[in-house]
Each structure stands twice: as C-alpha cells, then as structure tokens.
C-alpha cells in the first residue's frame, strides 16, 4: 500500500493540502467535481484496479435506486426482486474479494467431518481499499430508498462523492445518505474558527495513532508473538491492546472527521468514550457507532420484529417470545459483525463472545438489579457504576484477545499461557506504556472537557496547534503502521 493511502503519512498531507487549496477555490455548487476526482485518485493510487469494484458498484446502485423509485408503490413485487438484485451485486462483490477462502476453507472442513474429501486451492485475494466499508453505505442506501426514507439521488455526481468521498472510503465513519448527501449540496463557508477547530481534532487523532497507539503496539505485538513465559503481561497485554486499537480507530476517526469538516462537510460522529460503558449494550452504543447502528438498523432489528410477528405463542419453554427473538437476532447480528471484520474465525469467536454477553446481559438483568440491592451497591450509585465499567472493560478486553490473535488457535494458545504471575521480561515497557495509558485516560477525558469551555483567542489556538505538532514529531512512533481498520 503506498503512503498515500496511509492517511497520516508526509505523502497524504501533502495530496490533502492540495485538494483543501483547489477544493475552497471552487464555487460551493461545483465543489464536488474536484472532491471527486481526489477521492477516485486516492482510491486507485496505490492500485489502479481497487476503482473497479467501487465504481462498478456506485453505478449500479444508482441506477437500482432510481429504479426502485420509478416503480409504484403498489407493485411490491418487482421493488423487492430490485432491492434483491442490489443487495445481491453488493454482497456478492463483498464475498468475492474478502471470503472466497473462508467459505472454501469451512466446506472442505465440513465434508471432511462427514469423510468426504474436497481439496480446494486457496485463492490470492486482493482486497480492494474500503469495499467493506462503501459496501454497507450503498447497501443501507438501497435499504432505505426501497421503504421510503430516502429519496433516490439524481445527481450522479454527488452520489459518486457519497461513495467514494476519500476522508471516509477506507475506514468510515459509514454515513447515512439522508443525513451526507444534503450536506454535499450545501458545504459549510470558509470560516476560520471552524477551520482550527477541525484541525485540533485532526492533531488530536493523530496523537492518539502516532504517539499512543504506536508505542503500545510494540509491547502488545512482542507479547501477542511469544505468549509462553510471559505471565501476567499476557493480562496487561490484553489490557493495553484495548486501549491501542481504542487509539487507533478512534484516532482514524478523529483524523477523517477533522478532514471532512477541514473541507467544509460534517461527518457523523463514531465514538463516544466506549470504555466508560456501564455494560456490552451500552459500549456497542459508544463504540464504532455509524457499523453499530448499521447492524441495528438493517439487521437485527428487522431480525427481531419477523421473529417476533412469526411466532403466535408468548412463550417458548417457559421464555417469552420477545427474549428469544433478541437472543436469535443478536446472535446471527455479531456473528456476521465479526465475520465483517474479517474472515478468520477468530472472528466468528469475537462476535460470537459479544452476542453471548449482549444474550446474558439481557437475560440477567433483574437478577442484576436484585443482587445491587441485596449487596448495598444501589444505594452507592458510584462505586456501582466503577464496577460496572470495570466489569465492562474486562469483558471487552478478553474478547478483543481474539480479535488480535491471527487465528482462534493462536487466541486459545494465548489464553492458556495467561496467568497471575509476574514476568521479569519487558517490564520496563510494562510500566512506561501502563503510565502512558493512564495519561492517555487523563488526556482525553481533558479534551472532551475543553468542548465545555469558552473557546480561546484564534492566535492561542494556533499556538497550541503548533505545539501539538512538535509533540507528535517528539514523541510520535514512526513504525509504518497502518491503522488497523483500514485492513477491512
């Protein structure tokens, strides 16, 4: 992958400085043309063929959509074979490039449970830059074009830049068209203040990926690597990796955000302190917002209400319907959300781990609120709530073990080795990239604070920017790294 598309590269703010002059010096109604041509640039840089699906995909679903607002209301039928056709192209364009060797992998698997022999060849797979992330934009915009929500844009230009709109091709935020597309017709005016507040955010997300989630990558990956004799930093590990693809995505976010609105367009917001969650609904609530709500909206719960309509019963050996419909949507929702990030069953095992805690959860909850009662932590709202959020950030971390791990083997393996007592290597690193997290904490609970205060004179923030910036390239870890979204 060139350093173009690495969006925090010497390369890429280079390519941006260049948009942002020529972008701001067209006329608002005609911005998106060389937004566009950035986006299809940045897109097909690295690899010329990456345009291939994204195009191929962006004009078929405009044209699906403008079919499925042509035809009548009454005519369900044909609206849904065309909502199916979309749906179907999107999906299988998904499938071929990300699980065409998971699929043959799982049939060989199971016909040799069954004695059968299927010899398959794995297949090379280029992954094309963003098709995860585009794939679900268009598709929730078919979605909602088909019931009504949306109507179908006519304007091929500004659909394009819905698509491909390069600040959020590679790792979102995963915009709604009713809410993105308005705002590419009318662009925010060149205003300083919202220019250098879109850039400390920028700064900001840069911080958390160079400085912060650079520098624990190096302890986390050495310890993931060599699991065997490593104790108690296998704990902290999972710890210290929650916090570094925290950083890492998060800091993505901060960056594309920044970016867009550096560019005069809003993005939608993707994070909202996740590890402050008093539980696993609550952190899906806070965490990689725009994919959450995504799974909710055109997933679980049209999950939900048809299992709920289909069954006439209340109850189902003794467990009401509405339970069983949350425990079936939710488990099918994670599992296909793990698969999402990637096709490995590592995976399957992190949404699956999720959908369990998400089902027990929701299954224990008066037994919750009775046990806070009898223990007396009802009555100290706070001390209930710091355990809550530990008990969260606990549950979150060991799934993320196999979120990190290259293969569920390699996840048990980990696990295995996990123990309570202290190791003697790396304990340097342990200690320094612990405080770093704790400052971290301190650092970004300040930041989110600042937003309350009255902002300060325009020189004082320049100032601030500027320093910012020699902290970055002080402190800042320079190891290529990629962010870890951009892989899926």
Not at 48 to 71: F, G, K, M, N, S
Request: positive net charge.
């Amino acid at each position: 992958m060139l350093l173009l598309v690495v969006i925090q590269s010497a390369s890429f703010l280079l390519f941006f400085g260049l948009v942002f002059c020529v972008s701001w010096s067209f006329p608002a109604r005609v911005r998106w043309v060389p937004l566009l041509l950035a986006s299809l640039w940045f897109v097909g840089a690295s690899r010329p063929a990456d345009l291939v699906p994204l195009v191929a995909a962006t004009v078929a679903t405009y044209a699906i959509a403008r079919r499925l607002e042509a035809l009548p209301r009454v005519d369900a039928v044909a609206r849904k074979r065309w909502l199916l056709l979309g749906a179907g192209l999107l999906l299988a364009a998904l499938a071929g490039a990300k699980y065409v060797n998971f699929l043959g992998g799982a049939v060989s698997q199971a016909a040799a449970w069954v004695g059968l022999s299927v010899p398959l060849r794995p297949v090379r797979l280029l992954l094309p830059l963003g098709i995860s992330f585009y794939t679900f934009r268009l598709l929730g915009y078919l979605v909602d074009v088909y019931h009504g929500r949306v109507e179908a844009e006519r304007h091929a230009g500004y659909f394009g830049l819905f698509a491909a709109f390069f600040p959020q091709v590679s790792a979102g935020p995963i915009e709604r068209a009713r809410d993105f597309l308005p705002r590419l017709r009318a662009p925010e005016r060149f205003d300083a203040d919202r220019l250098t507040a879109a850039a400390a955010q920028v700064a900001w997300g840069l911080f958390k990926k160079a400085v912060i989630a650079n520098r624990l990558a190096i302890f986390v990956d050495q310890v993931f690597a060599a699991p065997p004799g490593q104790g108690l930093s296998l704990v902290v590990a999972a710890w210290l990796y929650a916090i570094q693809i925290y950083c890492d995505f998060s800091g993505y976010t901060d960056i594309a955000i920044g970016l867009a609105r550096l560019l005069g367009y809003e993005s939608a917001k993707n994070f909202d302190a996740p590890y402050a969650s008093r539980s696993i609904a609550e952190f899906w609530s806070r965490w990689h917002m725009s994919l959450s709500f995504w799974f909710r909206d055109y997933l679980f719960l049209p999950l939900s209400y048809a299992a709920t309509r289909s069954e006439r019963r209340d109850r189902i050996l003794g467990v009401r319907v509405e339970t069983v419909a949350y425990a079936q949507a939710t488990a099918i929702t994670m599992t296909l959300c793990g698969l999402w990030h990637g096709a490995s069953w590592s995976f399957v095992a992190w949404g699956g781990l999720h959908a369990l805690f998400l089902i027990a959860g929701q299954l224990s909850r008066r037994l919750r609120r009775r046990w806070a009662r009898w223990t007396g932590l009802a009555a100290r709202p706070s001390l209930h709530r710091a355990l809550q959020v530990l008990l969260t950030f606990n549950l979150v971390s060991f799934a993320w073990i196999f979120f990190r791990a290259p293969t569920l083997a390699e996840a048990i393996r980990y696990l295995h080795y996990m123990q309570i007592k202290p190791s003697a290597n790396g304990v340097g690193h342990l200690i320094v990239d612990c405080g770093l997290a704790a400052a971290f904490l301190l650092a970004e609970w300040l930041y989110r604070r600042a937003g309350e205060l009255r902002p300060l004179p325009l020189p004082v923030r320049a100032g601030l920017l500027a320093a910012a910036a020699c902290a970055i390239l002080l402190f800042g870890v320079d190891s290529g790294n990629e962010f870890i979204y951009v892989r899926f």
